[in-house]
């Protein structure tokens, strides 16, 4: 089992940065694959971006160049540092890990809200 816990949200000016955590607990050595989705209202949850244990990275198209996800695994600990953001980034950020079995866990989420 693996456990997530965000924290980093909050509401930002359009133009800001917010930076957000992700801690991880519990079996972290199995961990394959962590990612951040987000959920805005009345939408789906999308990717935003991932990051496998190597170190290869993967963005969604609309946070490509202002947004960075990076992982210290020493830490047990995956962030993403979000610059210029806009009111379209608002959602509720979920961390997401994959397990070497393909079990995905999922954090309780983190709200980040973006006033124009």
């Known amino acids: 089992q693996v456990q997530l816990v965000e924290s980093g949200g909050g509401l930002v000016q359009a133009g800001g940065s917010l930076r957000l955590s992700c801690v991880a607990s519990?079996?972290?050595?199995?961990?394959?694959?962590m990612g951040w989705y987000r959920q805005a209202p009345g939408k789906q949850r999308e990717l935003v971006a991932s990051i496998a244990n190597g170190g290869r990275t993967n963005y969604a198209e609309s946070v490509k160049g202002r947004f960075t996800i990076s992982r210290d695994n020493a830490k047990k600990e995956m962030r993403l540092q979000m610059n210029s953001l806009k009111p379209e980034d608002t959602a509720v950020y979920y961390c997401n890990a994959v397990d070497v079995w393909a079990m995905d866990y999922w954090g309780k989420g983190t709200l980040v809200t973006v006033s124009s």
């Open positions: 519990g079996s972290v050595f199995h961990i394959n694959t």
